[in-house]
T-cell receptor, first 113, second 114 residues
């Protein structure tokens, strides 16, 4: 079946530190991959996406590369800020006549000033 | 452009009581989703609508949960009767036919069943 596995949190970093949040997936066919972010009290927002192998999604300094050979989509940012503190969800969607999303369990990031 | 609107934002009820959540998707989005998000978990799909038709309700516990989207716009999710284990955040999301790869989420309704 289809599934997403994320590294467990919480992840606590100092401001300007390098961030990596690991995400691996299992899917039939050719999924699209996503990172969503959820700030406190808000709904999920799309952070970035990649729709095919070797694509790199990027937004707000965050990047993730669709690696088919390792079935991974790790999220990275070179220098985190306090405002990046949130919960990050890795997700995939597969199309079999419909677009069904499978979400990971989320990784909480806390950035300290 | 307004985002996905959900109400209420918070609801506290006694077990065995009924409860309803309302969602208004982004204008023009024909696909609407209801998700359940337990604490510390990712969202799990309950039901997906294409216009007014429920095309995927395989994860909806039909003995106590029901949903409707009568005119293919806003939607209501109901639980009757509520159980302690239903305490969670209920998220609504929508997408359009041209952006099926991106879902837009509302802020959610946090339900507490006492």
């Amino acid at each position: 079946g289809n599934s997403v596995t994320q590294m467990e949190g919480p992840v606590t970093l100092s401001e300007e530190a390098f961030l990596t949040i690991n995400c691996t997936y299992t899917a039939t066919g050719y999924p699209s991959l996503f990172w969503y972010v959820q700030y406190p009290g808000e709904g999920l927002q799309l952070l970035l996406k990649a729709t095919k192998a070797d694509d790199k999604g990027s937004n707000k300094g965050f990047e993730a590369t669709y690696r088919k050979e390792t079935t991974s989509f790790h999220l990275e940012k070179g220098s985190v800020q306090v405002s990046d503190s949130a919960v990050y969800f890795c997700a995939l969607s597969v199309s079999s006549g419909t677009y069904k999303y499978i979400f990971g369990t989320g990784t909480r990031l806390k950035v300290l000033a | 452009e307004a985002g996905v609107v959900q109400s209420p934002r918070y609801k506290i009820i006694e077990k065995k009581q009924p409860v309803a959540f309302w969602c208004n998707p982004i204008s023009g989005h024909n696909t609407l989703y209801w998700y359940l998000q337990n604490l510390g978990q990712g969202p799990e799909l309950l039901i997906r609508y294409e216009n007014e038709e429920a095309v995927d309700d395989s994860q909806l516990p039909k003995d106590r949960f029901s949903a409707e989207r009568l005119k293919g716009v806003d939607s209501t999710l109901k639980i009757q009767p509520a159980e302690l284990g239903d305490s969670a955040v209920y998220l609504c999301a929508s997408s359009s036919g041209t952006t099926h790869n991106e879902q837009f989420f509302g802020p959610g309704t946090r339900l507490t069943v006492l």
